[in-house]
Structures are given as C-alpha cells and as structure tokens.
C-alpha cells in the first residue's frame, strides 16, 4: 500500500515516445536526477548510489511499465518509496508528465515528514524539470 506525499507535474517540449524512453532507462537517472552518480543492473533491478544524499544514498531500484506509465520503486536503508510517472500526449506533440510520489512503508519516526515533505517536493519537481529540458533536447534524435 503506497501512501501518496505529493504529485508534481511538468510539460515536456518532447514525443511521449521520448519521455518514455528517458524513463523506461535507469541508465538515464544521472542525466536528469544528478545526484545520482552511479546505477548498476542488480539481479532484481538496479543499484544506484547517490552523491550527497541525506536519504538513502544507496538503494536497491525497480522500474516497471505499463502502457503511459513508468513506476520506480526504490528500497533504502531509510525509505521505500514509490514514483509514478504518467505520461499525456496533448495536442502539440508536447508531453505531460504527472509525478506521483509515496512511501512503500511508514517512515522512521525519527523522520520528521510535515517539514521534511516540502523540501522531497521542491527537489522532486527540480528533478522532473531537468527531465523535461533533456527530453526535448533528445526530441530531435526522434
């Protein structure tokens, strides 16, 4: 059961085949998510390590599609989190990618969420802005 924090949204200047693509492909996380400096394939997903992080900087990643939708699901020794990407085509060959973020389990209760919780969100949309910017730069390579 995933308990939703926030949703974020972005309109990406790019195919719904890019935005896609980008996603479907944890390779791509330094690209858009710089703190991520390294992912590795893992017998059950991936590994990626985190430069800086307060919060598990390093864990274990699965990343499952489904039609428009990306889902990553990532196992720290801090949180499980959940993010859904859904992906809208619109009329202009544009993207928008609605971002739905929540915790697999409850949080530590050492974790003080209501003022951890806005800052997740700002850096969350920062991450998906930069997501946005590089699809449509690779809009072209279509």
């Known amino acids: 059961m995933t308990k939703t924090l926030f949703t974020n949204r972005v309109l990406a200047q790019a195919s719904l085949a890019t ?25 059950d997903g991936y590994m990626l390590e985190r430069a800086g992080a307060e ?3 390093s ?19 801090q949180l499980a989190y ?10 202009n060959e544009q993207t928008i ?20 919780k806005p800052v997740m969100q700002r850096d969350f949309q920062r991450k998906l802005n930069q997501l946005a910017a590089l699809a449509g730069s690779h809009n072209n390579d279509d």
Request: no cysteine.
């Open 19 to 43: 935005v896609r693509h980008l996603l479907a492909d944890p390779l791509n996380l330094p690209m858009w998510a710089t703190a991520v400096t390294t992912v590795a394939p893992a017998m």
């Open 55 to 57: 919060f598990n900087p």
């Open 59 to 77: 864990e274990q990643l699965r990343v499952t599609t489904h039609d428009n939708q990306v889902i990553y699901q990532g196992v720290g020794d």
């Open 82 to 91: 959940q993010v859904m990407f859904t992906l809208t085509a619109d009329e």
């Open 97 to 116: 990618v609605d971002e739905q973020v929540g915790l697999l389990e409850p949080a530590p209760s050492w974790l003080p969420m209501p003022l951890i």
